[in-house]
């Protein structure tokens, strides 16, 4: 069993306007030391997941089933209070924006030293010393100083250090990193994305990073699991997903991601429509209605949900299309376009 | 920070003699422009079927016949450096700042107002304990529990609250606590909190709680309003996702930011009551500023009407500094300049 | 069985009621050597003509309060019927009224002095000899000189406006005095001063003979010269009653506790029961009753009677109303006809008002019997000495006559009658109801009328009581309400009927215009035999309703309650409320 396993788990909002499936039938893992990336649009159920490891939900509305392993014990039937006792401490997370996402009115040092002490019953000034390391760990400058800022006082990269050194403060051993860089601007981006790099061999920590933008997992992760409509539709190693892809959701994301050697404007095959409903996901392939060869199944995909099948030691695909056929379109007609353009 | 208290203080000095020159105006001036001789406004302040000869005398004892603007000025130079009172049978000096003497009473303003305002302190400052404490966890409750049954009963009490006013919620609580059920004093009972505080608070008990009552009311919306935006925050999220105790998330975290805008209502409404709670004051029969207020309006009673607003604008221009540095205190991305 | 005892009370009083209003209200009994009566039964109008729960019993605390503030506690200042009334706690002077129940209420007795007025000059000199052992709080004697320097100071209108003026006018005052303050050496004995230690004479412009019942009032309250501070004597006024300040917090309340320097063997009139009297004031007037009624507090002092609120309350439930009094006050609510405007200067035209006016509809505008009073036929209201009532105006159940009415029309020269306007106070709803029912029965015989509402605190300075606004707005007819500060003739009728009083503005006499009226009242004023001065009353009462410029609409009635736990209530004429020196608790 791997450190974190997730089986079939599901994440239902039930609203006044219908059940909202947000995560329908998901599983994955990852062990220590390794990085999972998990990819899809938004409201395609990344973010819900992530929630639904840390035991976010609980005690919501939110109808949950499934099974969360984590270290060999059971997360999704264990209590809130036990769930609660284990986040931040044995797994943390990195959010979006930093800045809605720490307090404002309380100073970076401050809300650090509260985490720290959650977990771990020392004095303020121990607390504070830590505070203080951690915050020179993730690379802030006069930390001692920057300690009693507060988080308005910050950089925008500056704010994702002092978040990333708050998730870090008890040594997690998984870490889920929520677009962790969506609201930086690109050459900060590479920064962040260098120290959480850094920082996960130096923690030897489980990591999954949430984002709608496979260039940011490109280099960092070792596995890529691509969602769509609260489901997995492609999962594979990282050389899987950018040479190897299979699935037409794929390749739009492949397509649509920016390149330095492209000018940022040219799709070469932009996504049509947009995300589906949770409450009505299209029948058949959820994917279906913005599928490009959606008529190469001979209308399967508008009637029968395609399996999530391996095609190749351990790369997995939910399509209707066959194997030959997807790496047939692959290699004459998509992966030459990518590269031509 | 230093200059902007500064440029507070200035700025509400200049608040406060244009208050004065309003009110002198509204009670000099449009009597003049109605046509009021000075004997037709003296005749307030005498007896029933007064001579003619009465009349003129008081006029002139209370200075109606100069103009105006030496009307002002004398009441401006009894503030800044003291008057003299003759009352006939020897002259008195009133030090500064003199408000002058009531034109009914015969008695000096300012010792008056001092000696009322601990009765409306004490009464607001009560009153406040409870609408704030009460309020505000009613909210708290109601908005963690959207859509319950206590959050529907607490946020139509609230309603009601809001509506009824004091002088009939205070006069039924009085009809059934005092007169019916003789478990709280009657109307017009204060003792001294140097008396004897635990008859302080007694004597106070109905004034607070229907006092509090009206003010809880709006708290406990505005709080309820203000936690359920709070606590869809992301900054509640990463709260959460330390592993922080629901309790303390909801106290450190939600409220904390959600009391914000309700400190700037609580500033000023405690100023203004301060300043004179009128009708709770009236409805219960409490020595305080507010009923000085009533009865001095009603009375016409110049140097008093004059004494009661000023103190009542200082209070509320002091409270709204206050607010602003507190401010600046809770929410560190207010910077004063 | 409570109740059914207090309906057989209720029945006894109003068998005492129908048989003392028979028998011309005689038979009424002293209160003074009856002992502590115990329970008594409440009874409606129990207080009115006997002493209700009597009791010699002293101690204990009266609790009293005040909806408003006094004028003023100097005697030399205050002009209002309670403080009068209550004053007597704390001051003396020359005569007193009669304390207790009963017609003899409004009749005067000797205090400070040894017996009534003695007239000499044809009644332009009044000397008055005091008791002797009379004492200030402090233990000095009072003297007549006391009395002479306490008129003396109440000249002074610039220091003291609220008194009366009475003793201003009718005393003959030197040309240029200042006042006591101005001129600590001035010499006023032409109008007032001590021949000697127990010997006080009051010299007067003109013969007067109504002196009695000015002196009754707290001018003539003895003030000690270096205890006086003016203006602010009414902080500390030095008694010569039998109860002394303790405390006196102006604008909150006062407590009075007994004096000892005060020797019951020259005053037989001051029961004197309670230990304490503690009076708050300023309270919310609502509550005031609430309180009254809960028994918080035991006495209203200003003695007016129940707010709406409180007799929607009180009416309705035969417990309560039976603690209740419902007397006829010396107060009159009326409509000046005023003769000055056309055609309304026509006496005919004036009747024709008298006649079609529905008495029945404007006592209900008044709030009907018990709270608004009885229907009024004449001026002069029953609780006058020596009033008559007579009726020139009788109409089919006083609800008017639409014929008589017609022909005094005729009589004028508007058989199809006119237009005039009607004002009254707007802040008065009980005035506004009134100008509507008249605006009602007016129209029955052709009069129109045009209603006008104006802010009471100006009524009679800028409106009705202004000459050259009534010409110029063409008013006819004008509510009106007057109390008398006596109960006799002049008490009552000389500010609302004498011609000269009239001034440009600020006249409460709006519409007697009659040199007859004027005549009579000279001649009643000086007439000494109180019999026959009574009687001469009763004549310019009856020259005004001839001269139709009144038309009386009822004479008040006030709904007092005794408050629970008092003993020795009983209303006084001459007070016009309950006799607040009689009282104690129980």
Same mark, same amino acid.
């Not at chain 2, 609230?158 to 009939?168: N, T, W, Y």
């Not at chain 3, 003030?223 to 006196?248: M, R």
């Not at chain 3, 029912?437 to 006008?452: D, P, R, Y």
């Given at each position: 069993m791997s450190f974190l396993d997730v089986k079939d788990l599901k994440i239902h909002f039930p609203t006044d306007d219908g059940l909202v499936k947000s995560v329908d039938g998901l599983s994955f893992s990852v062990e220590r030391g390794r990085t999972l990336g998990i990819v899809g649009e938004s409201g395609?159920?990344?973010?819900?997941?992530?929630?639904?490891?840390?035991?976010?939900?609980?005690?919501?509305?939110?109808?949950?089933?499934?099974?969360?392993?984590?270290?060999? *014990?059971?997360?999704?039937?264990?209590?809130? *209070?036990?769930?609660?006792?284990?986040?931040?401490?044995?797994?943390?997370?990195? %959010?979006?924006?930093?800045?809605?996402?720490?307090?404002?009115?309380?100073?970076?040092?401050?809300?650090?030293?509260?985490?720290?002490r959650i977990h771990n019953d020392v004095s303020k000034q121990v607390a504070r010393k830590h505070a203080v390391d951690m915050l020179g760990r993730v690379g802030i400058p006069e930390p001692g100083r920057r300690v009693d800022s507060y988080p308005h006082e910050f950089s925008g990269g500056m704010r994702q250090r002092a978040m990333i050194a708050m998730a870090l403060s008890c040594d997690p051993e998984l870490l889920i990193a929520d677009e962790p860089t969506t609201a930086l601007d690109v050459t900060v981006q590479a920064q962040i994305l260098d120290l959480m790099r850094d920082l996960q061999s130096e923690f030897n920590s489980a990591l999954i990073i949430i984002t709608h933008d496979l260039g940011v997992v490109a280099e960092l992760s070792n596995d890529i699991l691509v969602m769509y409509a609260g489901r997995c539709v492609e999962y594979g190693s990282t050389d899987d997903i950018f040479y190897r892809p299979e699935h037409p959701y794929t390749w739009?994301?492949?397509?649509?991601?920016? @390149?330095?050697? @492209?000018?940022?404007?040219? @799709?070469?095959?932009?996504i049509k429509g947009s995300p589906p409903s949770l409450i009505n996901v299209p029948q058949g392939?959820?994917?279906?209605?913005?599928?490009? %060869?959606?008529?190469?199944?001979?209308?399967?995909?508008?009637?029968?949900?395609?399996?999530?099948?391996?095609?190749?030691?351990?790369?997995?695909?939910?399509?209707?299309?066959?194997?030959?056929e997807r790496r047939t379109l692959w290699e004459n007609e998509i992966k030459p376009a990518l590269e031509t353009s | 920070m230093f200059t902007y208290i500064i440029k507070r203080v200035i700025g509400a000095f200049a608040m406060l003699i244009v208050i004065s020159m309003v009110t002198f105006g509204i009670f000099y001036v449009v009597p003049q422009w109605a046509g009021a001789s000075p004997e037709a406004m003296a005749s307030r302040y005498v007896g029933r079927a007064a001579t003619p000869e009465t009349v003129h005398l008081v006029a002139e004892r209370l200075g109606f016949n100069d103009p105006?603007?030496? &009307?002002?000025?004398?009441?401006?130079?009894?503030?800044?450096?003291?008057? +003299?009172?003759?009352?006939?049978?020897?002259? +008195? &000096?009133?030090?500064?700042?003199?408000?002058?003497?009531?034109?009914?009473?015969? &008695?000096?303003? $300012?010792?008056?107002?001092?000696?009322?305002?601990?009765?409306?302190?004490?009464?607001?400052?009560?009153?406040?304990?409870? $609408?704030?404490?009460?309020?505000?966890?009613?909210?708290?409750?109601?908005?963690?529990?959207?859509?319950?049954?206590?959050?529907?009963?607490?946020?139509?009490?609230?309603?009601?609250?809001?509506?009824?006013?004091?002088?009939?919620?205070?006069?039924?609580?009085?009809?059934?606590?005092?007169?019916?059920?003789? $478990?709280?004093?009657?109307?017009?009972?204060?003792?001294?909190?140097?008396?004897?505080?635990?008859q302080w608070a007694y004597s106070l008990l109905l004034p607070w709680i229907t006092l509090a009552f009206l003010f809880a009311a709006t708290y406990a919306r505005l709080t309820r309003a203000g936690m359920l935006e709070t606590m869809g925050e992301d900054y509640i999220r990463t709260a959460r996702a330390k592993g922080l105790h629901e309790r303390e998330v909801v106290v450190k975290h939600g409220l904390r930011a959600a009391l914000t805008p309700i400190l700037t209502l609580f500033g000023i409404d405690f100023g203004l009551l301060i300043g004179g709670a009128i009708l709770t004051e009236t409805t219960y029969t409490l020595p305080g500023l507010g009923q000085f207020a009533i009865l001095a309006i009603r009375n016409q009673d110049m140097p008093q009407v004059m004494g009661v607003v000023l103190v009542a604008a200082m209070f509320v221009v002091v409270a709204s500094l206050i607010v602003d540095l507190l401010y600046a205190v809770v929410d560190p991305r207010v910077r004063l300049s | 069985?409570?109740?059914?005892?207090?309906?057989?009370?209720?029945?006894?009083?109003?068998?005492?009621?129908? =048989?003392?209003?028979?028998?011309? #209200?005689?038979?009424?009994?002293?209160?003074?050597?009856?002992?502590? #009566?115990?329970?008594?039964?409440?009874?409606?109008?129990?207080?009115?003509?006997?002493?209700?729960?009597?009791?010699?019993?002293?101690? #204990?605390?009266?609790?009293?309060?005040?909806?408003?503030?006094?004028?003023?506690?100097?005697?030399?200042?205050?002009?209002?019927?309670?403080?009068?009334?209550?004053?007597? =706690?704390?001051?003396?002077?020359?005569?007193?009224?009669?304390?207790?129940?009963?017609?003899?209420?409004?009749?005067?007795?000797?205090?400070?002095?040894?017996?009534?007025?003695?007239?000499?000059?044809?009644?332009?000199?009044?000397?008055?000899? =005091?008791?002797?052992?009379?004492?200030?709080?402090?233990?000095?004697?009072i003297t007549a000189k006391d009395v002479a320097y306490a008129v003396g100071r109440s000249w002074d209108k610039k220091t003291f406006p609220h008194g009366p003026s009475y003793l201003n006018e009718l005393l003959d005052w030197p040309k240029d005095f200042k006042g006591v303050y101005e001129d600590p050496d001035a010499d006023y004995s032409s109008a007032v001063e001590a021949t000697d230690d127990s010997t006080v004479v009051f010299h007067l412009k003109e013969p007067f003979a109504s002196m009695d019942y000015?002196?009754?009032?707290?001018?003539?309250?003895?003030?000690?010269?270096?205890?006086?501070?003016?203006?602010?004597?009414?902080?500390?006024?030095?008694?010569?009653?039998?109860?002394?300040?303790?405390?006196?917090?102006?604008?909150?309340?006062?407590t009075l506790v007994r004096n000892d320097q005060w020797d019951p063997a020259t005053d037989p009139n001051r029961p004197a029961l309670p230990d304490r009297i503690e009076v708050q004031v300023n309270v919310n007037a609502d509550d005031l009753d609430n309180q009254l009624i809960a028994g918080d507090i035991q006495l209203d002092i200003v003695g007016t009677g129940l707010q709406a609120a409180a007799l929607g309350k009180v009416l309705p439930d035969p417990a309560l109303k039976a603690r209740t009094d419902n007397p006829t006050i010396p107060r009159l609510w009326y409509v000046s006809v005023i003769p000055d405007t056309p055609p309304l200067d026509n006496v005919e035209c004036r009747k024709a008002v008298m006649w079609a006016a529905d008495r029945v509809a404007n006592q209900t505008a008044y709030g009907g019997e018990l709270a608004g009073g009885e229907i009024a036929t004449n001026v002069l209201p029953p609780p006058i000495v020596g009033q008559e009532k007579f009726d020139l105006y009788a109409t089919p159940g006083n609800k008017g006559d639409v014929n008589k009415a017609k022909q005094a029309l005729a009589a004028c020269g508007q058989p199809n009658g006119f237009s005039t306007t009607m004002t009254y106070r707007?802040?008065?709803?009980?005035?506004?109801?009134?100008?509507?029912?008249?605006?009602?029965?007016?129209?029955?015989?052709?009069?129109?009328?045009?209603?006008?509402?104006?802010?009471?605190?100006?009524?009679?300075?800028? !409106?009705?009581?202004n000459v050259n606004y009534v010409k110029k707005n063409g008013i006819g007819l004008a509510a009106h309400g007057?109390?008398?500060?006596?109960?006799?003739? !002049?008490?009552?009728?000389?500010?609302?009927?004498?011609?000269?009083?009239?001034?440009?503005?600020?006249?409460?006499?709006?519409?007697?215009?009659?040199?007859?009226?004027?005549?009579?009242?000279?001649?009643?004023?000086?007439?000494?035999?109180?019999?026959?001065?009574?009687?001469?009353?009763?004549?310019v009462d009856k020259k005004v309703m001839e001269d139709a410029s009144i038309l009386p609409v009822v004479w008040a009635k006030s709904l007092l309650m005794r408050g629970k736990g008092l003993t020795n209530v009983a209303y006084n004429e001459g007070q016009s409320m309950f006799d607040y020196i009689l009282l104690g608790v129980e």
């Open positions: 395609s159920g990344k973010s819900v997941t992530s929630l639904g490891v840390l035991g976010l939900h609980k005690g919501g509305r939110a109808r949950i089933s499934g099974e969360i392993w984590l270290d060999g *014990e059971e997360l999704n039937g264990a209590t809130a *209070e036990h769930v609660r006792g284990l986040r931040g401490k044995k797994m943390a997370m990195i %959010f979006q924006d930093p800045l809605s996402s720490m307090h404002p009115y309380y100073s970076v040092g401050h809300q650090i030293i509260e985490a720290y739009g994301l492949l397509g649509s991601m920016p @390149r330095l050697d @492209r000018e940022p404007t040219e @799709r070469l095959m932009p392939c959820a994917f279906h209605p913005r599928c490009p %060869f959606g008529e190469r199944t001979e209308g399967k995909a508008e009637t029968a949900a395609p399996a999530l099948t391996e095609t190749e030691g351990g790369h997995l695909v939910r399509c209707h299309m066959s194997r030959d | 105006v603007i030496v &009307q002002y000025g004398r009441f401006v130079k009894g503030l800044v450096a003291g008057a +003299e009172y003759d009352y006939g049978a020897g002259v +008195e &000096q009133c030090p500064a700042p003199c408000f002058g003497y009531s034109f009914i009473s015969g &008695q000096p303003v $300012w010792p008056d107002l001092l000696d009322r305002l601990p009765v409306t302190f004490s009464l607001a400052i009560g009153a406040a304990v409870l $609408w704030v404490v009460g309020g505000v966890s009613v909210g708290v409750i109601s908005a963690l529990r959207r859509g319950s049954f206590f959050d529907r009963l607490s946020m139509g009490t609230a309603l009601a609250g809001v509506s009824l006013p004091i002088f009939f919620t205070g006069m039924i609580s009085l009809v059934v606590f005092s007169y019916a059920l003789g $478990w709280t004093p009657p109307g017009g009972a204060y003792t001294d909190f140097s008396v004897n505080p635990a | 069985m409570r109740r059914k005892t207090a309906l057989a009370g209720a029945a006894t009083a109003a068998l005492v009621l129908v =048989l003392s209003a028979c028998g011309g #209200g005689g038979g009424t009994q002293q209160p003074a050597d009856s002992s502590s #009566g115990g329970a008594a039964q409440p009874a409606f109008n129990a207080g009115l003509n006997e002493v209700y729960n009597p009791s010699t019993k002293k101690g #204990g605390t009266l609790k009293a309060a005040h909806s408003a503030d006094w004028d003023s506690l100097d005697p030399g200042d205050t002009y209002y019927g309670y403080s009068f009334n209550f004053g007597r =706690l704390y001051w003396r002077t020359l005569t007193m009224y009669k304390p207790g129940p009963g017609p003899e209420g409004n009749t005067v007795i000797p205090d400070l002095a040894e017996g009534l007025g003695e007239p000499s000059d044809g009644g332009k000199t009044w000397t008055y000899k =005091l008791k002797s052992g009379l004492k200030f709080e402090d233990g000095t004697e000015v002196v009754q009032m707290p001018m003539t309250a003895p003030v000690p010269k270096d205890k006086d501070t003016g203006a602010k004597y009414k902080e500390k006024v030095v008694s010569s009653g039998p109860y002394k300040f303790e405390t006196n917090e102006i604008g909150k309340g006062f707007s802040d008065r709803p009980r005035e506004k109801a009134l100008a509507e029912a008249m605006e009602q029965a007016l129209a029955k015989v052709g009069i129109k009328l045009t209603l006008k509402g104006f802010p009471g605190s100006s009524y009679f300075s800028d !409106y009705a009581g007057w109390g008398s500060d006596w109960p006799d003739g !002049y008490g009552f009728m000389q500010a609302i009927v004498d011609s000269r009083t009239i001034r440009d503005a600020g006249n409460y006499n709006l519409s007697v215009k009659n040199d007859e009226v004027d005549k009579l009242i000279d001649q009643a004023s000086a007439e000494l035999d109180d019999a026959a001065r009574a009687k001469l009353w009763v004549d």
